[in-house]
């Protein structure tokens, strides 16, 4: 029996639509997700962040790559925040 391989084919692509970035309400609407849903998962440390003053964007950048790396789960307090 062989190995496994890792299968991406249920990874959304966020690709040159969203950059490293992005808003809230970006990410919200190019994932369909609530942006009061995103808001609340990036407090909760589900998704991980970059805050800049006082405003917090998505970290599509460390998403993307945790995905592609075979992160199947997202439980708060995964992503901590300064």
């Known amino acids: 029996m062989s190995k496994a391989k890792p299968n991406h084919d249920n990874v959304v692509p966020l690709g040159a639509a969203i950059s490293d970035l992005c808003s809230i309400v970006t990410f919200a609407s190019a994932s369909g997700i609530p942006a009061d849903e995103v808001a609340e998962w990036l407090e909760d440390g589900?998704?991980?962040?970059?805050?800049?003053?006082d405003f917090r964007m998505v970290n599509v950048r460390k998403l993307r790559a945790d995905l592609l790396s075979g992160k199947e789960s997202f439980q708060p307090g995964d992503y901590s925040h300064d």
């Open 46 to 53: 589900i998704l991980p962040s970059a805050t800049f003053a």
